[in-house]
């Protein structure tokens, strides 16, 4: 009787149905069965999974918030032991690994670390041995990938041809050519590097809960790391970073750092041992080893999960831009500090930061002016809070002087965090985000006080 009744019951609300909406129904449904059987780094999954990124982007940038941060880590971690450091160099850049390697030990960052280059062991080289007397591996991981027969058909192409011209020179000492080919297809040899490193990391550094690959001009805050992973479940695959490119192939930029969980270098190395020897045959003609990371561990359904995006960053410290949805989260990484003592500058101010760091805190810790005293000397001469300009500024032209620049900048109260003024040009740009100042004589500048306080009231975490 019971069955009866709710085989009536269940026709009874099918029939209730609408033809309209019998038809959405059965759209939706057709949908979900077919990109259930699409491959997992198909374009029409590529092309959901970017339209919810776009909404859910959407709505942290209109509803940003902090609160979930301040809860009790649910997978709290020891980054000393739990982490494994990869640090990308080319022969190009060679220069900048001791100094990158030091930094991080500054922070008191002593987790397990190789360096991986594209070039063979030069003669005294084999660890660098660190102050406290730590000695890092390093790895010509190409030349390993070439030995173990991994390009297989690809060995006559141009690109390990060229690696093999840079590694003769090398071992020959001829300096000079091997500078020359160091600066002429740094990049390209860097796209060879990805899929191995991290391979080679997973052999030597296996059952980490979490690896970290890194160029070595770039800088992670072991704090704000450390608060980041302790929320997520180092037991699923997790791929983290600050994503770039289009719906076809989302990838992170491998500068601001990439970060992955344990779980998904098993699940790839381990259980896809044939996706892997595909991706190393194609990263002989690939244009970007981030990217071919990315496609590489789509083809397994891992991706690229854009919920922690704006944590990641891919500037230097001076030229940052604090964005107003990123004022209340903390701040993983710093790039391009390849530059003179840049790396040596910036492992020294966060040598003891022993809390998170967090975006709105950048000024403060560089001893730039307090948010709030640009309520009450709101232009600066001098100095420009916008930095570089991109597609989220806006420029208004015919501007005359500083002040109407101000106004402008406060008629559009939410979206203007900093504005700059450039009297010679008559133009005024402003933008959602600040940077900490950088000199720039004949202009003024400032930041919205009150925006800037109101971001920062709105924060649970400590100012």
Not at 404 to 417: F, N, R, V
Request: charged content about 25%.
């Amino acid at each position: 009787m019971m069955g009866v009744v709710e085989r009536t019951s269940l026709r009874s609300c099918g029939l209730r149905l609408s033809r309209s909406q019998k038809i959405i129904l059965a759209v939706f449904s057709f949908l979900f069965i077919v990109y259930s059987l699409t491959p997992y780094d198909s374009r029409l999954r590529s092309f959901f999974r970017f339209q919810h990124n776009i909404v859910q982007d959407y709505y942290q940038n209109n509803h940003p918030t902090d609160a979930w941060l301040l809860k009790k880590p649910a997978y709290p971690i020891d980054p000393d032991s739990d982490v494994g450091i990869i640090v990308k160099t080319g022969y190009g850049t060679r220069g900048r690994v001791s100094t990158a390697l030091r930094a991080l030990r500054n922070e008191s960052f002593l987790a397990d670390t190789i360096v991986v280059q594209d070039f063979p062991l030069l003669q005294d080289q084999k660890n660098f041995t660190l102050d406290d007397g730590k000695e890092i591996p390093i790895i010509d991981i190409i030349g390993w990938n070439l030995a173990r027969g991994a390009f297989k058909s690809q060995a006559h192409k141009e690109r390990v041809a060229k690696y093999l011209t840079l590694a003769d020179a090398v071992n020959a000492d001829e300096w000079v050519l091997a500078d020359g080919l160091g600066r002429d297809m740094g990049w390209e040899l860097d796209a060879m590097k990805f899929l191995p490193s991290l391979e080679y990391a997973w052999q030597t550094m296996p059952k980490k809960k979490w690896y970290i690959m890194a160029d070595d001009d770039t800088y992670v805050i072991k704090s704000s790391l450390t608060m980041l992973l302790g929320h997520l479940n180092y037991a699923k695959p997790h791929f983290l970073g600050n994503p770039v490119g289009d719906y076809k192939g989302r990838f992170p930029h491998g500068g601001s750092s990439v970060v992955m969980s344990g779980a998904a270098l098993s699940k790839l190395y381990d259980s896809h041992p044939e996706v892997v020897a595909e991706a190393h045959e194609e990263s002989v003609t690939a244009i970007y080893g981030d990217k071919l990371l990315s496609t590489t561990f789509m083809k397994i359904g891992v991706y690229l999960d854009e919920t922690y995006r704006r944590m990641f960053n891919g500037e230097n410290p001076w030229m940052t831009r604090m964005w107003a949805d990123r004022f209340c989260l903390p701040l993983v990484s710093f790039h391009g500090l390849g530059a003179g003592d840049a790396m040596e500058q910036v492992g020294e101010t966060f040598s003891q930061m022993k809390e998170p760091v967090f975006w709105r805190q950048l000024g403060k810790i560089y001893g730039a002016a307090d948010f709030a005293s640009f309520v009450d000397e709101p232009i600066r001469p001098n100095v420009n809070f916008v930095g570089r300009l991109d597609e989220h500024s806006t420029n208004v032209e015919g501007v005359a002087e500083a002040e109407e620049c101000l106004k402008i900048c406060h008629e559009h109260s939410t979206g203007c965090l900093a504005w700059t003024f450039d009297p010679g040009r008559r133009e005024c740009n402003f933008a959602p985000w600040a940077i900490i100042g950088d000199f720039a004589e004949g202009r003024f500048s400032g930041i919205n006080g009150q925006l800037a306080q109101r971001l920062s009231s709105k924060c649970h975490s400590a100012p």
